[in-house]
């Protein structure tokens, strides 16, 4: 949220540097992350449903994603409203406690439904291009078995990537949301830290396209059982 109102000044103030609102907002809603911001080279097939849509959209997207399937909202932080899901009933119940958050709940900061965001997204982004940025959606992906977990911290100063640090997280098996807490200095060895770093980097780079600069930046990385990054 702090890095929201850096943004804005940013913009309203012109001799105030910092990161641009757009690349902020990529970063932040899942969905836009994933189709400007994702450098996998295969990734991940993955559908978005508004919560104020048919449940037919759902069963169109559990069609494309199938089961087990991966839900999470789209502004949601602290792995808040994630759910490994079986069946289509599980589906369901998700949207609907998801549904009585939104409605109950709208400044819940965790994840904050679109109203709280509607005027500052109204003033700061082009909601034209960025549809999504005033419904309330969800992801829902395949789940996948992520071996580990990495927490990669670094920033950018004037269009430069700076790396700081990676941290490794505990594992906890018996959640839906397995890792949890984080661990430095990382047990990683080199090799898999060059390829953190590159995947950071090639991150970092397209946030610098859409006007990131002099701000901090934290990404989580997964390895795979076959010890793809992404």
């Not at 994702?38 to 449940?55: E, F, H, N, W």
Request: hydrophobic share 40%.
């Amino acid at each position: 949220m702090s890095t929201f109102v850096n943004s804005a000044v940013v913009r309203d103030v012109h001799t105030v540097s910092g990161p641009s609102v757009e690349a902020c907002f990529l970063a932040f809603h899942k969905a836009y992350t994933r189709e400007y911001l994702d450098p996998t080279v295969k990734p991940l097939p993955y559908c978005t449903v508004d919560l104020d849509s048919p449940t037919t959209d759902a069963k169109e997207a559990l069609s494309k994603v199938g089961y087990p399937a991966f839900m999470k909202p789209a502004t949601g932080c602290s792995s808040f409203g994630v759910k490994k899901v079986y069946s289509y009933e599980e589906v369901n119940n998700v949207l609907d406690n998801l549904r009585k958050m939104k409605d109950e709940q709208p400044k819940f900061l965790t994840a904050p439904s679109a109203s709280f965001f509607k005027t500052f997204y109204e003033k700061y982004l082009d909601v034209t291009k960025y549809p999504l940025a005033l419904r309330d959606v969800v992801i829902i992906e395949p789940y996948l078995e992520a071996e580990k977990l990495y927490v990669v911290d670094g920033c950018v100063v004037n269009g430069s990537i700076v790396h700081w640090v990676i941290t490794d997280t505990l594992r906890f098996d018996e959640q839906d949301a397995r890792f949890v807490s984080m661990i430095l200095p990382t047990t990683a060895d080199d090799d898999l830290q060059n390829k953190i770093w590159e995947f950071y980097d090639a991150v970092m780079t397209r946030m610098i396209q859409f006007g990131f600069d002099n701000s901090f930046a934290n990404i989580e990385v997964f390895k795979m059982k076959d010890g793809e990054v992404m």
